[in-house]
């Protein structure tokens, strides 16, 4: 595609409810990462992908956030058991080169605003 | 945590002025890069810095990494209104990246 999507927007869950989000990545880009950014603040990484490979998980807060990319493309960013403090926009972003840095730059969704009630 | 402080937090000027925004830390990065981000969309790049004392200029944009690659600052001559949005920088060290929180910049017409 032209860009890298996030689906869905908007999502409102309640407070416990399991909720996942989806990045689909520019088309043969190898790096994948995600980022979580409060209100206010900038993003903090989550969590990052080369290919299929989950090769850094450091930034999950818990154990309730999982992320997948199976096929290497598409990616998926599960949040179980939601609670108020997840209440966040979710930015996932691609890059044609590997490593978490390059002069390549990164490519960002508009990503997903999680609001948690 | 490698720290990164932007500031000011908020900047709000008229169309044609000149201003400055800084990115410091107490950290050494091989390289800094500095976004723009528009409400509800993601960050953009605008440049990448990577050896101290670089200065890099993107039209009305100037950017300069310090000497000893800890700080960073953007200049914009003769802001528009299109200048308007949260600037970002992320400075990478030993594979980590790390985000400011960036400078909320409004230019009025």
């Known amino acids: 595609g032209a860009g890298v999507s996030q689906s869905p927007r908007y999502k409102v869950a309640k407070r416990g409810q399991d909720v996942a989000l989806r990045c689909d990545p520019i088309s043969g880009h190898v790096s994948l990462f995600w980022y979580q950014q409060a209100l206010g603040q900038g993003p903090e990484f989550l969590t990052y992908f080369q290919n299929e490979a989950q090769l850094d998980k450091s930034g999950l807060p818990s154990d309730r956030f999982f992320a997948e990319r199976p096929e290497g493309s598409v990616s998926t960013l599960k949040i179980q058991r939601t609670q108020q403090e997840d209440s966040a926009v979710y930015l996932c972003?691609?890059?044609?080169?590997?490593?978490?840095?390059?002069?390549?730059?990164?490519?960002f969704g508009n990503g997903t605003r999680l609001t948690v009630t | 945590t490698q720290l990164l402080e932007q500031s000011p937090q908020f900047l709000s000027i008229q169309e044609g002025e000149n201003l400055t925004v800084y990115c410091n830390s107490s950290s050494v990065f091989s390289s800094l890069q500095w976004y723009r981000q528009e409400p509800g969309e993601g960050p953009v790049l605008l440049v990448t810095v990577v050896t101290g004392g670089e200065v890099k200029k993107l039209k009305r944009l100037t950017f300069q990494f310090g000497d000893a690659r800890k700080d960073s600052s953007l200049h914009i001559t003769a802001a528009q209104p299109g200048d308007t949005g949260l600037y970002l920088c992320a400075g990478a060290n030993a594979g980590k990246s790390t985000f400011g929180d960036g400078t909320t910049l409004t230019v009025k017409p």
């Open positions: 972003a691609s890059s044609p080169v590997t490593g978490r840095w390059g002069d390549s730059p990164l490519h």
